[in-house]
Structure formats: C-alpha cells, structure tokens
C-alpha cells in the first residue's frame, strides 16, 4: 500500500492521515445509530468529539513524547512539530475519556452509559488506526514470504533487517481482529435494544476487553519485542484484568439480584 495517498502541487496528503479522517465521519455514522437504538439525543456526542480531538491531539502527542523521551531529549522544538508525526492512540483514548469524564460529571449522568453507546465508534477508530499503521508500513512483524506477508520499503525496515523485503503485516491482523470486536459489540447493543433492556457499562467493558485482548496476544508478533512482555502487552493485560473483573462482579450482583 502507497503512504502517500495523492500529492496537490507540494503538499502530500498521506493514507495514514486520510484513513483517520474517513474513520472520524464513520464513527459518527456508526454512533449516530448507536444514539438512536437508545433514544437519546445526538448532541452531547458532538460536544464530546470536539472537545476530545482537541485534548486527544495533545495527550496523543504527549504520550508519545514520553515513551520516546530519548528522540526529544534536549530536542524542545521537536516536541511541538506536530506536522512530522508522532501520536499515540492510548494517549488519545486518554484524552477522551477525561473529557467524557468532565462532560457526565457537568451534566449529571452516568459515563459508563454513554460509554457503552460511544464504544463501537471507538473500536471502529482502533481499527481504522491499525489499518493506517499497515499503510504507513510502521507495525511489522518478523520476516515471512507467506502470501499474506507484506512488502516494506527498505527506508521502512527496521535496523538489522535491511536485507529482507516482506515482513508479517501485523497492523493487519490488529486491524482485522478489531473488526471482529467492532461487530461483537454492535451486535450485542442491538440485541439490549431489542430486549428493551440495557446492561450499563457491560458493552463498553466487553469492547475495551476485546480490543485489548487483541492487543495482547498479536503483541507477540512484533519484530521490536523483547524476550517477556512490553509495555504495550503490560498496559492491555492490566485493562483486561479490570473489564473481566467488572464483568464478572456485575454477573453476580444481578444473579444475586434475581435470587431475592
């Protein structure tokens, strides 16, 4: 796949870019009927969205800068270039959940139901983001001439294994696993509505589980892991722990319920 999507005189506009753009309108779409499966009104998904890509572009940029402290040490205007890239996807689902945070807390209502109306748009934008990594040729596995290995430019190989072409597309199988949770949790909020009964913050928890069992398990794959866990794998483990957790006390609060 190309990196840069289309040039206008100098200025290139880049599939990774374009990608995310397009994911941004389809996640509106996608929570769009989310909202109206639920019968609530639409505009405090709008006032979240704005607020969130503002503090999301930041906290991304921000977390990104501090995993990769080595690349901007000393270097201070470096830090501020947001144009030459460097963005991280945890940092920016921080910055949306501390707005969604704030936004519940002002207007008095709960954050784990909206999440669970927000949360296939989220997984779609997951997704989405792995499949502009596969474009811009930036999450790769080890070495393969399988049939569904990829081709990475030699400025693009990771150092040490310039002499290889093709490399597991391991942005690929992120992207397509994410797909799958994406159409779990549509499907699972489309059956609450059709009990007429919503279980809060279970969508949102299944969601963020699967998305990180993903995370987890292909984590294995990449060609920069070190023997043990990183810190990627380290993050996802802790959030799975936590959902299964939630999930399982909510079961048997509600097997509890049932039994009185």
């Not at 309108?25 to 704005?50: A, C, H």
Request: glycine letters at 10%; aromatic letters at 18%.
């Amino acid at each position: 796949m190309e990196i840069v999507a289309l040039s206008i005189g100098d200025l290139n506009i880049y599939c990774y870019g374009l990608i995310i753009s397009i994911s941004i309108i389809m996640g509106l779409f996608i929570t769009y009927w989310q909202v109206k499966l639920r019968n609530e009104d639409f505009s405090p998904v709008i006032d979240v969205l704005i607020l969130s890509i503002m503090l999301g572009i930041i906290s991304a940029r921000l977390v990104y800068v501090l995993r990769n402290w080595g690349l901007y040490e000393g270097q201070w205007i470096d830090i501020f270039q947001f144009t030459k890239g460097g963005f991280s996807i945890y940092g920016a689902f921080l910055g949306f959940l501390v707005v969604l945070y704030y936004y519940c807390k002002s207007k008095k209502i709960s954050m784990l139901y909206w999440l669970d109306i927000l949360i296939p748009g989220v997984i779609f934008g997951i997704a989405m983001d792995q499949f502009g990594h596969f474009a811009y040729q930036s999450v790769i596995g080890i070495p393969d001439t399988g049939k569904i290995a990829g081709y990475i430019e030699y400025a693009f190989r990771p150092s040490g294994f310039e002499q290889y072409e093709y490399f597991r597309p391991v942005a690929l199988y992120q992207a397509v696993w994410q797909v799958v949770v994406f159409s779990g949790v549509c499907i699972f909020n489309s059956w609450q509505s059709k009990k007429k009964q919503f279980y809060t913050g279970v969508c949102f928890m299944l969601g963020i589980s699967g998305a990180a069992m993903g995370r987890f398990v292909l984590g294995f794959l990449y060609i920069s892991a070190h023997p043990g866990l990183h810190i990627e794998q380290i993050f996802s483990l802790f959030i799975l722990v936590i959902c299964i957790g939630f999930i399982l006390k909510y079961s048997i609060d509600k097997k509890n319920t049932m039994s009185h």
